[in-house]
């Protein structure tokens, strides 16, 4: 990731909503069990993105925690999250059924798993994916731009195949007063960092 990240932590988070350029996308209604965990955001205008954190429980009650990046074609921020050395998601998405649908501001957004096999095939290793066993990656299109869905751990995947709705949280006004929140993602502090 080349484009530096500025970490909000969740408590400033209602303040912090107004100086962001892209989408901040936000579980709503707010399911039970999760709170915020934190947002970052590129502070370049001409490639804006945003990462949202989900402390969150998988269908099972199982702790977890699920990125929401929203980012221009080629930003790389999606990759970073997702462990890819690459700056768009792998070639099989968008081919084939989508493995989950959100609702995104209003329109169902596809979303196809990212494995990375399609973009780096290797002939000698028969798990041949680049995503890093610690976690699950998703992609799609969302108000044009790419919409990735990075859970941790791997397992906690499933939690894609639940009905939600994500709402962009600068539409919240006074709402966003009453999202849920927890401590400082970790992932988002090392992201900005430039920790993997």
Known sequence: MHTPLAVVDPQDAVASVGRVGAPLWTPWPMPDGWALAGFAHTESARRPATVTSWSAQDPFGDPTEILFVCEEAGGGVGAHFAGLPLQYPTAQVGIGPPHAKFDVAGHVVPLWAVDGEAAHPSPDREDASLVPNDRAVYAGEAAGRWLWVVV???????????????????????????????GLSPRLVMAAAGGP
Do not use: C
């Open 152 to 182: 941790h751990p791997a397992e906690a995947g499933v939690i894609v195949i639940q009905p939600l709705n994500l709402v962009d949280a600068h539409t919240l006004g006074a709402e966003l007063t009453l999202l849920p929140l927890s």
